[in-house]
């Protein structure tokens, strides 16, 4: 499945890049330049939950603005998940 991502939401993916490990780095790259299996999906959907966990939300629980892009990147991802 090929996932076609915002400009924003590509950054997004390289700032995450930036600062994961090798595994995780593969993977979001899969996804900038390849298509993605359901297995990709799954992982690059913990990633993105993990980002969103450390920096998306406010002390109430609700998204920040980079929490509700997240959210956004999410569904671009997942939604692969649902399309012929």
Avoid: H, W
Wanted: overall charge negative; aromatic content about 4%; hydrophobic content about 40%.
């Amino acid at each position: 499945m090929k996932i076609d991502l915002t400009l924003r939401q590509i950054q997004i993916v390289e700032s995450l890049k930036s600062k994961s490990e090798l595994t995780d780095q593969i993977m979001l790259d899969k996804l900038l330049t390849e298509e993605v299996d359901f297995n990709d999906i799954e992982n690059l959907c913990l990633i993105i939950n993990g980002e969103f966990l450390m920096e998306g939300i406010l002390p109430s629980f609700e998204p920040n603005p980079y929490g509700l892009e997240l959210e956004g990147l999410l569904d671009s991802v997942n939604r692969a998940r649902i399309q012929p």
